[in-house]
T-cell receptor, first 114, second 112 residues
Framework: AQSVSQHNHHVILSEAASLELGCNYS??????LFWYVQYPGQHLQLLLK??????LVKGIKGFEAEFIKSKFSFNLRKPSVQWSDTAEYFC????????????FGGGTRLMVKP | ETGVTQTPRHLVMGMTNKKSLKCEQH?????MYWYKQSAKKPLELMFV???????ENNSVPSRFSPECPNSSHLFLHLHTLQPEDSALYLC???????????FGPGTRLTVT
C-alpha cells in the first residue's frame, strides 16, 4: 500500500521568506507525484506534477518541487513567498500499480504574514 | 461552465433524510472520484469510477451509495447518515488512470 507523510502541519512565514514543505511517500515502485493547493474558501487546485524525466519540476506561481528517489521525497519549494500564498498544501502519490488511487498526505497549513 | 461543478454547495440534513450530491465534469475525462475531507484528517478516497464502472469502493458504509450514469456525471446518494458523516465531500475527475485529478468546489454537508 502507498502512503504519504507531510511532517509540517503548520508553517508560519513572513513575506519574502523562502519556503520548503516536506513530503515523503512510501511505495516500492514507480510513482506519479503531485502537489495540490487549497486557498481559503476555494477548491483544491493542481500546483505541479511529476511523472518522469527531470526530477526538478516547476509549477504555477513560482513553485517547484524536487523528486529525490533515493529519499522517497518530493519537497515543495518557493524562493520568496507572498501573503497570497497563504493556503493549505497537499502532497499526493499515485503508484504505477495503484490504478486510479491517489493517496494524499495530511496537508500543511501555510500562513504568510504581510 | 468549465471544470468540475458540484451541487449543492451546502447541505444540512437530518439523520433520517435522503439526499443526493451531484457532480458534473466538463473536461471530457473518463474517471471520476468521490472524496471525503474532514477536519484534521487526510483527504479520504471513497469511490472511483472509470468509464462509468465502479473500480474502487474504499470500505465506505452502505449509507453512501454512488451512481455514475455517464462519464460526465457522478452522484452520491445519502441516507440515514450519522453526525460523524458531516464533512466536505469533493468530486474529482481525471483523463485516464494515474493522471492528475481536477477537483470541484465540494459540498459542505452537515448532519444533524
Amino acid at each position: 500500500a502507498q502512503s504519504v507523510s507531510q511532517h509540517n502541519h503548520h508553517v508560519i512565514l513572513s513575506e519574502a521568506a523562502s519556503l520548503e514543505l516536506g513530503c515523503n511517500y512510501s511505495y516500492g515502485g514507480t510513482v506519479n507525484l503531485f502537489w495540490y493547493v487549497q486557498y481559503p474558501g476555494q477548491h483544491l487546485q493542481l500546483l505541479l506534477k511529476y511523472f518522469s524525466g527531470d526530477p526538478l519540476v516547476k509549477g504555477i506561481k513560482g513553485f517547484e518541487a524536487e523528486f529525490i528517489k533515493s529519499k522517497f521525497s518530493f519537497n515543495l519549494r518557493k524562493p520568496s513567498v507572498q501573503w497570497s500564498d497563504t493556503a493549505e498544501y497537499f502532497c499526493a502519490v499515485n503508484g504505477e500499480n495503484a490504478g486510479n488511487m491517489l493517496t494524499f498526505g495530511g496537508g500543511t497549513r501555510l500562513m504568510v504574514k504581510p | 461552465e468549465t471544470g468540475v461543478t458540484q451541487t449543492p454547495r451546502h447541505l444540512v440534513m437530518g439523520m433520517t433524510n435522503k439526499k443526493s450530491l451531484k457532480c458534473e465534469q466538463h473536461l471530457g475525462h473518463n474517471a471520476m472520484y468521490w472524496y471525503k475531507q474532514s477536519a484534521k484528517k487526510p483527504l479520504e478516497l471513497m469511490f472511483v469510477y472509470n468509464f462509468k464502472e465502479q473500480t474502487e469502493n474504499n470500505s465506505v458504509p452502505s449509507r453512501f451509495s454512488p451512481e455514475c450514469p455517464n462519464s460526465s456525471h457522478l452522484f452520491l446518494h445519502l441516507h440515514t447518515l450519522q453526525p460523524e458523516d458531516s464533512a466536505l465531500y469533493l468530486c474529482a475527475s481525471s483523463q485516464t488512470q494515474g493522471r492528475e485529478q481536477y477537483f470541484g468546489p465540494g459540498t459542505r454537508l452537515t448532519v444533524t
